[in-house]
């Protein structure tokens, strides 16, 4: 073996993974009760209208007590401020892109790069990240959001965001950090139709299994100071007003110590939506009551208001003892601005025609985070990477190729929740920067990504034609995914496929990139093209990532945090199955594979890689007791490149039903050819336990299945029997 070198993942786990057991609740600080007896000071002094005044984003500055502003933005890949765009800020890879990487850390940093630029701007409170598991349904269009369809995987990613943005230890909301808000508690995915805030139903058991550990890990791991529900309900109980989630759950079960704050107009939506409510004053109580502190309008429409002293005055004027529920919510809030500080500084003065670009410390890493991203999902007879030295002309074609500068807004190729960066490097532009004048670029649009017109055909065939390789660039946009974009078919959009036959037919050489923001259901694609990336949405400076990866520059060592689908007849596929009765012949579908077009964990690489079998440092243990369980990575190509290794956990035989395997661990390792690496995990309660028939999680004794390899595939996976007695 050459180089071979151990990577001590059990050593470093409170630095990557930081788990804890259920009970572990974050505890006060002196600084926290310090804060507390100066907000229980500040609230004997406010009038009711004061107090309500406060229970809004973007509330203003009390002048009268010296109460200071908390400006809002969103976060998810970069700062965007919501209805603000003077603020050309850094534009990082989508969230579902970031997750790609499976490296937790460029999150984190990501993070911490979007508060400083917060900070700049005067924002203090962001609603980030999202938390949502991906139940399987890209039909819904925010899947982008998210950081895929695995709890374990959501909760690495989130709790790094959180630390990011937040801030730990004596940074935690300091002058460069803001507050977090995880979201959408919970289970908003989790829908009937794919669609965004539809009715969804679902067992407590599959909530605690799959939606409930992203949340449990903000709070316990990250600290995160502020929650936000989903628009749904649960148990036919609205989010916004089910004590149980919010109080029993979020508050008494998990230690939530921070404030509340409504999705957009949830509150009053209790009588518009919910129909529970008759009033708006009853919808305001309903919310108060269940633990709901701020109540978020965005654009401050009054009449989609419920905590302003229009609708509570009166109610609580003849009914006093209702005020505690305002002074609850109001201290909450308070608390969270003594955390930021901003009682102690004075607030930051923004001219809006200023342009505030980030830096270019801060556009570089964007660029790093997006080479990470990127994944290989094909690569039959080597097309990739392209050999710039043989070929003299290049096709680049399709939609999503190139996109110039909007005149409002942002770009539609960056995914949902962006900022306006201060430029956008796109495929074709990246491409163009690579080669310089080494090689003729043949561009061709093809088609407009929303219309069915094949005009632009015969000019990109004559592209393709006159060129020694062709880079189709396809896929999808935030007019096609994105909050509120959802669909009810998985295909391409408009006439792509068309435009990729006729590509096709020419007989060149052809890569395929993919940029949108869900899984989609590419079967002509995988079928017929020999080379294949997905690139989600990758910041300000996919192009120059893109071409990277296609020329070799960088090779990709991404993996899917979602299943692809076949179908939308497939849906919902991911890899959390349960046992059926495949094993028997039944289960299937008729005359179709059941199986996804490409799986939760998968992605390839230019080079090659060799599992060994995987070793324990203690085959048996105690049911209270941990292991380790080791397995060497070996670079069998003649290429450097990076490996994600997985790790996967099965209770044989429990008391309850379970999905067929679950993602317990993960490392991305880089290798140079022939070198070697030992990747170790740590095996104990956090990985091994289950929720029994009363809801407790326990390690109950017998026989466990531990894979370590690729990818969720079984024929991907290196396996080893664990023993607990």
């Given at each position: 073996?050459?180089?071979?070198?151990?990577?001590?993942?059990?050593?470093?786990?409170?630095?990557?993974?930081?788990?804890?057991?259920?009970?572990?609740?974050?505890?006060?600080?002196?600084?926290?009760?310090?804060?507390?007896?100066?907000?229980?000071?500040?609230?004997?002094?406010?009038?009711?209208?004061?107090?309500?005044?406060?229970?809004?984003?973007?509330?203003?500055?009390?002048?009268?007590?010296?109460?200071?502003?908390?400006?809002?933005?969103?976060?998810?890949?970069?700062?965007?401020?919501?209805?603000?765009?003077?603020?050309?800020?850094?534009?990082?890879?989508?969230?579902?892109?970031?997750?790609?990487?499976?490296?937790?850390?460029?999150?984190?940093?990501?993070?911490?790069?979007?508060?400083?630029?917060?900070?700049?701007?005067?924002?203090?409170?962001?609603?980030?990240?999202?938390?949502?598991?991906?139940?399987?349904?890209?039909?819904?269009?925010?899947?982008?959001?998210?950081?895929?369809?695995?709890?374990?995987?959501?909760?690495?990613?989130?709790?790094?965001?959180?630390?990011?943005?937040?801030?730990?230890?004596?940074?935690?909301?300091?002058?460069?950090?803001?507050?977090?808000?995880?979201?959408?508690?919970?289970?908003?995915?989790?829908?009937?139709?794919?669609?965004?805030?539809?009715?969804?139903?679902?067992?407590?058991?599959?909530?605690?299994?799959?939606?409930?550990?992203?949340?449990?890990?903000?709070?316990?791991?990250?600290?995160?100071?502020?929650?936000?529900?989903?628009?749904?309900?649960?148990?036919?109980?609205?989010?916004?007003?089910?004590?149980?989630?919010?109080?029993?759950?979020?508050?008494?079960?998990?230690?939530?110590?921070?404030?509340?704050?409504?999705?957009?107009?949830?509150?009053?939506?209790?009588?518009?939506?919910?129909?529970?409510?008759?009033?708006?004053?009853?919808?305001?109580?309903?919310?108060?009551?269940?633990?709901?502190?701020?109540?978020?309008?965005?654009?401050?429409?009054?009449?989609?208001?419920?905590?302003?002293?229009?609708?509570?005055?009166?109610?609580?004027?003849?009914?006093?003892?209702?005020?505690?529920?305002?002074?609850?919510?109001?201290?909450?809030?308070?608390?969270?601005?003594?955390?930021?500080?901003?009682?102690?500084?004075?607030?930051?003065?923004?001219?809006?025609?200023?342009?505030?670009a980030g830096s270019k410390e801060h556009q570089d890493f964007s660029y790093e985070m997006a080479k990470k991203a990127i994944i290989l999902l094909k690569n039959d007879d080597n097309v990739l990477p392209l050999d710039m030295s043989k070929i003299k002309s290049l096709a680049v074609i399709g939609p999503n190729a190139h996109e110039n500068r909007p005149k409002k807004g942002t770009y539609s190729l960056l995914g949902g929740y962006s900022g306006l960066p201060p430029f956008y490097v796109s495929a074709l532009d990246g491409i163009k920067a690579k080669v310089g004048d080494k090689v003729k670029i043949n561009y061709a649009k093809g088609c407009d990504l929303l219309s069915n017109s094949k005009a632009g055909?015969?000019?990109?065939?004559?592209?393709?034609?006159?060129?020694?390789?062709?880079?189709?660039?396809?896929?999808?946009?935030?007019?096609?995914?994105?909050?509120?974009?959802?669909?009810?078919?998985?295909?391409?959009?408009?006439?792509?496929?068309?435009?990729?036959?006729?590509?096709?037919?020419?007989?060149?050489?052809?890569?395929?990139?993919?940029?949108?923001?869900?899984?989609?259901?590419?079967?002509?694609?995988?079928?017929?093209?020999?080379?294949?990336?997905?690139?989600?949405?990758?910041?300000?400076?996919?192009?120059?990532?893109?071409?990277?990866?296609?020329?070799?520059?960088?090779?990709?060592?991404?993996?899917?945090?979602?299943?692809?689908?076949?179908?939308?007849?497939?849906?919902?596929?991911?890899?959390?199955?349960?046992?059926?009765?495949?094993?028997?012949?039944?289960?299937?579908?008729?005359?179709?594979?059941?199986?996804?077009?490409f799986p939760f964990g998968y992605g390839l690489s230019y080079t090659t890689f060799k599992y060994s079998t995987p070793k324990f440092g203690n085959a048996t243990i105690g049911a209270d007791g941990s292991t380790i369980v080791s397995v060497d990575v070996t670079n069998t190509g003649d290429r450097s490149g990076d490996e994600v290794v997985q790790m996967y956990v099965r209770d044989d035989f429990a008391s309850v039903g379970r999905y067929n395997k679950m993602l317990k661990g993960f490392k991305r390792i880089s290798l140079q050819p022939g070198e070697t690496k030992t990747v170790t995990f740590k095996l104990g309660f956090d990985e091994l336990n289950i929720l029994n028939q009363k809801m407790k999680k326990?390690?109950?004794?017998?026989?466990?299945?531990?894979?370590?390899?690729?990818?969720?595939?079984?024929?991907?996976?290196?396996?080893?029997?664990?023993?607990?007695?």
């Amino acid at each position: 073996m050459i180089g071979k070198q151990t990577v001590l993942l059990g050593l470093l786990l409170a630095v990557f993974f930081g788990c804890t057991k259920s009970n572990d609740i974050p505890k006060k600080t002196e600084k926290d009760k310090e804060i507390e007896e100066k907000v229980q000071s500040l609230i004997s002094k406010m009038t009711l209208d004061e107090k309500i005044a406060e229970m809004t984003q973007d509330a203003p500055a009390n002048e009268r007590l010296g109460i200071p502003y908390m400006k809002y933005g969103e976060a998810l890949h970069g700062l965007w401020l919501v209805l603000d765009y003077y603020g050309n800020t850094t534009v990082y890879p989508q969230a579902i892109a970031a997750a790609s990487t499976w490296e937790p850390e460029f999150v984190k940093e990501m993070a911490s790069q979007t508060a400083i630029e917060a900070r700049a701007l005067g924002v203090t409170h962001c609603y980030s990240p999202n938390l949502d598991v991906i139940s399987g349904d890209p039909r819904y269009g925010r899947v982008e959001e998210s950081y895929g369809e695995d709890p374990y995987l959501v909760s690495r990613m989130g709790v790094a965001f959180i630390q990011g943005l937040q801030g730990m230890g004596d940074e935690r909301f300091d002058e460069n950090h803001v507050i977090a808000t995880a979201k959408h508690f919970i289970g908003y995915p989790e829908n009937r139709r794919g669609i965004n805030g539809g009715f969804s139903d679902m067992s407590e058991r599959r909530l605690r299994e799959v939606y409930l550990p992203p949340f449990e890990a903000a709070i316990k791991e990250a600290r995160v100071g502020s929650i936000m529900p989903g628009h749904q309900d649960f148990n036919g109980v609205p989010n916004h007003m089910n004590t149980w989630l919010l109080k029993d759950i979020l508050r008494d079960e998990l230690g939530f110590d921070g404030f509340i704050v409504s999705d957009n107009n949830d509150i009053a939506r209790l009588g518009t939506m919910h129909f529970i409510a008759e009033t708006r004053t009853k919808s305001a109580f309903l919310g108060l009551k269940a633990g709901v502190d701020m109540d978020l309008v965005i654009g401050k429409i009054e009449k989609l208001a419920a905590y302003n002293s229009k609708v509570l005055k009166d109610t609580i004027t003849q009914n006093p003892e209702l005020e505690k529920y305002i002074d609850k919510a109001t201290s909450r809030i308070l608390k969270a601005k003594y955390q930021l500080g901003l009682f102690d500084s004075e607030p930051k003065e923004i001219d809006t025609k200023t342009v505030y670009a980030g830096s270019k410390e801060h556009q570089d890493f964007s660029y790093e985070m997006a080479k990470k991203a990127i994944i290989l999902l094909k690569n039959d007879d080597n097309v990739l990477p392209l050999d710039m030295s043989k070929i003299k002309s290049l096709a680049v074609i399709g939609p999503n190729a190139h996109e110039n500068r909007p005149k409002k807004g942002t770009y539609s190729l960056l995914g949902g929740y962006s900022g306006l960066p201060p430029f956008y490097v796109s495929a074709l532009d990246g491409i163009k920067a690579k080669v310089g004048d080494k090689v003729k670029i043949n561009y061709a649009k093809g088609c407009d990504l929303l219309s069915n017109s094949k005009a632009g055909f015969p000019a990109a065939i004559s592209a393709a034609k006159k060129s020694d390789a062709v880079v189709l660039v396809i896929g999808g946009s935030r007019r096609t995914g994105g909050e509120g974009a959802d669909r009810d078919n998985l295909d391409l959009y408009g006439v792509q496929k068309e435009l990729v036959k006729a590509i096709h037919k020419t007989g060149k050489p052809v890569v395929a990139v993919l940029i949108n923001g869900r899984p989609l259901s590419i079967n002509y694609v995988a079928e017929n093209i020999p080379s294949i990336l997905e690139t989600w949405y990758l910041g300000m400076r996919s192009g120059d990532a893109i071409a990277d990866a296609i020329f070799g520059d960088v090779n990709p060592g991404g993996k899917l945090t979602v299943s692809f689908p076949r179908s939308v007849g497939q849906v919902p596929v991911t890899y959390l199955e349960r046992p059926d009765f495949i094993g028997s012949g039944k289960g299937l579908f008729l005359k179709s594979d059941k199986s996804p077009l490409f799986p939760f964990g998968y992605g390839l690489s230019y080079t090659t890689f060799k599992y060994s079998t995987p070793k324990f440092g203690n085959a048996t243990i105690g049911a209270d007791g941990s292991t380790i369980v080791s397995v060497d990575v070996t670079n069998t190509g003649d290429r450097s490149g990076d490996e994600v290794v997985q790790m996967y956990v099965r209770d044989d035989f429990a008391s309850v039903g379970r999905y067929n395997k679950m993602l317990k661990g993960f490392k991305r390792i880089s290798l140079q050819p022939g070198e070697t690496k030992t990747v170790t995990f740590k095996l104990g309660f956090d990985e091994l336990n289950i929720l029994n028939q009363k809801m407790k999680k326990v390690v109950e004794p017998g026989t466990f299945t531990i894979s370590v390899g690729a990818s969720s595939l079984e024929k991907d996976l290196q396996k080893a029997t664990l023993r607990v007695k």
